[in-house]
T-cell receptor, first 106, second 113 residues
Framework: KNQVEQSPQSLIILEGKNCTLQCNYTVSPFSNLRWYKQDTGRGPVSLTI?????NTKSNGRYTATLDADTKQSSLHITASQLSDSASYIC?????FGAGTRLTVKP | KAGVTQTPRYLIKTRGQQVTLSCSPI?????VSWYQQTPGQGLQFLFE???????NKGNFPGRFSGRQFSNSRSEMNVSTLELGDSALYLC????????????FGPGTRLTVT
């Protein structure tokens, strides 16, 4: 059974700082792993999608990495902005993690 | 270019009834996915359709069904509604499956009383 675990559950950082969110999964190999950003009251927005053979993928200030050996993916956010405050959710093999709630404070 | 549209936006139904939700993808997109979001369970994957064929199905009971039409519009149906079906139902479209460019609609808020 595929489990997707995200950590931390919540995170507070100061504007301008970097942070890294974790996603651990159990199903491997898989077709792809996605990261989404979801603002409160809005639908998710696709940030990155990675296939099993990819190690890293960037989208502006967001960089996702994938380690197939340890079954871990990370989402690194650089130079955080107030607008980065949202939930970040990973999806692997049709199963979502519970998300990390990120709050960026001025 | 118009985004993903979902109708209705809000719906109130009674236990035991059935409901049909509609999703119109972005023009040219042939892949449509459906998701359920609740405070308790978070996001859960329901189905994925591409060119009128169901590619994947999440772990939901048979009361949940869907289809996709030749114009890529998709519907999902829930029969014999239960209180636990109260949720935000989201659909997303992309040109093809597994595309980075996937766009979500605003969702349909279903309340079952």
């Amino acid at each position: 059974k595929n489990q997707v675990e995200q950590s931390p559950q919540s995170l507070i950082i100061l504007e301008g700082k970097n942070c890294t969110l974790q996603c651990n999964y159990t199903v491997s190999p898989f077709s792809n792993l996605r990261w989404y950003k979801q603002d409160t009251g809005r639908g998710p927005v696709s940030l990155t999608i990675m296939t099993f053979s990819e190690n890293t993928k960037s989208n502006g200030r967001y960089t996702a990495t994938l380690d197939a050996d340890t079954k871990q993916s990370s989402l690194h956010i650089t130079a955080s902005q107030l607008s980065d405050s949202a939930s970040y959710i990973c999806l692997n093999d049709m199963r979502f993690g519970a998300g990390t709630r990120l709050t960026v404070k001025p | 270019k118009a985004g993903v549209t979902q109708t209705p936006r809000y719906l109130i139904k009674t236990r035991g009834q059935q409901v049909t939700l509609s999703c119109s993808p972005i023009s040219g997109h042939r892949s449509v996915s459906w998701y359920q979001q609740t405070p308790g369970q978070g996001l859960q994957f329901l189905f994925e359709y591409f060119s009128e064929t169901q590619r994947n199905k999440g772990n939901f009971p048979g009361r949940f069904s869907g289809r996709q039409f030749s114009n890529s519009r998709s519907e999902m149906n829930v029969s014999t509604l239960e209180l636990g079906d109260s949720a935000l139902y989201l659909c997303a479209s992309s040109f093809v499956p597994d595309s980075y460019e996937q766009y979500f609609g605003p969702g349909t808020r279903l309340t079952v009383t």
